[in-house]
Nanobody
Framework: QVQLVESGGGLVQPGGSLRLSCAVS????????IGWFRQAPGKEREGVSC????????YYKDSVKGRFTISRNDALNTVYLQMNGLKPEDTAVYYC?????????????????WGEGTLVTVSS
């Protein structure tokens, strides 16, 4: 049974930092591109950052480049998202997700497994 369990969300002031973790079980990070998506109230779910299963290449949404960093620990089967310089517009539920084997698009159309999500609120 595949499980993706997120942790690390919370309330942070603008300019602050959070690190999200995604503990993955039931599938191998070597076979599936893993990423972070987010959904703000009234908006569509969007890809934020992904790490390719093929070559480890990284994708970042333009608005988070230079502020967010994705990484993974294959030994722990865990993926992280370090978020620095947080802005109020980063407020959303953040989801960890795995793409189907053979897909590396960082788009919701490629996702076959989702976590339950963790809420990130950036507010003073």
């Amino acid at each position: 049974q595949v499980q993706l369990v997120e942790s690390g969300g919370g309330l942070v002031q603008p300019g602050g930092s959070l690190r999200l973790s995604c503990a993955v079980s039931g599938l191998s990070l070597a076979d599936h591109t893993i990423g972070w998506f987010r959904q703000a109230p009234g908006k569509e779910r969007e890809g934020v950052s992904c790490i390719s299963s093929y070559d480890g290449s990284l994708y970042y949404k333009d608005s988070v480049k230079g502020r967010f960093t994705i990484s993974r620990n294959d030994a722990l089967n865990t993926v992280y998202l370090q978020m620095n310089g947080l802005k109020p517009e980063d407020t959303a539920v953040y989801y960890c997700a795995a793409e189907r084997i053979g897909s590396s698009t960082c788009h919701i159309n490629g996702i076959v497994y989702w976590g339950e999500g963790t809420l990130v609120t950036v507010s003073s």
